[in-house]
């Protein structure tokens, strides 16, 4: 499946941003979707994942203030990220997995989209 983000870009701590992404053809085989992020100098680290049933993973750093979402008739992923941190900074990805339970391990996930940079000043 190839997964394509968008609605990145630079947003002030403490505003919102809503990260999205659209698979193609379809997601009638994935079990899983997740957001993952690289920061530069720093190892890949998920951030929010979601199965097929709705259940959801969230990384502590940012429960409670980001939320994913998925919306199966359209093929779309969210993200809503509220209150922000200089932290969250990075390059973030939509990945996708056929392995029920994924949740938050990257090796789980076979495919990937190129990225949306999100850049948070204080």
């Known amino acids: 499946v190839q997964l394509v983000e968008s609605g990145g870009g630079s947003v002030q701590a403490g505003g919102s941003l809503r990260l999205s992404c659209v698979a193609s053809?379809?997601?009638?085989?994935?079990?899983?979707m997740a957001w993952f992020r690289r920061a530069p100098g720093k190892e890949r680290e998920g951030v929010a994942s979601i199965d097929r049933d709705g259940s959801t993973g969230y990384a502590d750093s940012v429960r409670g203030r980001f939320t994913i979402s998925r919306d199966s008739a359209k093929n779309t992923l969210h993200l809503q990220m509220n209150s922000p941190k200089p932290e969250d900074t990075a390059m973030y990805y939509c990945?996708?997995?056929?392995?029920?339970?994924?949740?938050?391990?990257?090796?789980?996930?076979?495919?990937w989209g190129q990225g949306t940079q999100v850049t948070v000043s204080s």
């Open positions: 053809p379809h997601t009638y085989n994935t079990f899983c």
């Open positions: 990945a996708a997995s056929s392995v029920v339970g994924a949740g938050l391990r990257s090796s789980a996930y076979t495919s």
